[in-house]
């Protein structure tokens, strides 16, 4: 009886341990769909290790997540922990090009810039100042209208054009009749 106890025994240890060694080397595959051209390959991952998702990039578009489900509803996954073969689903945004004509003055930024559209052209633009000899800037324009805080990129490709204004600088002086001289009281610069 002693025997069968100490068999049984060792059954059962050896069963447990190979049931932890099976679960601690059991892999778990990760798919990637992006919904077009661009490919990301699957990835086998170890029971339980968490892992963070690669970033793909797509011409054009901006990447916006992973996302469990195929409608995108939820909020994007960035890391995830293995615990069964998954699928995660690219959202993307298209971008279009907002071009900035600095209507003969020089932009160091380079003349073009990738947009997704509702997105807000005056907080794009405020460090976009071009400079022109001679003249001070104004404003970014669409048309004959200047960009404002309520001005938003389109679903297409835009221009906006550099506005300038004359440089000056006014002195104002005043005469004193009893010395029969100007003194310069201010200067505004416009």
Known sequence: MKKLKNLLLITVVCLCLGTVFTACSQKYQLSFETGCEVTVSAVEVEAGKEITLPVPERSGYSFEGWYEKENFSGIPVKTVKATANATYYAKWVKLFTLTLDADGGLLGCGNTLSVKAGENLQKILKDKIPQKSG??????????RAVTDQSVMPSSDLTVTAKYKAAYT????????????FIKTKTENG
């Open 170 to 181: 006014v002195e104002i002086y005043e005469r004193k009749t009893e010395l029969d001289v």
């Open 135 to 144: 003249l001070e800037f104004g404003d970014w324009f669409i048309g004959k």
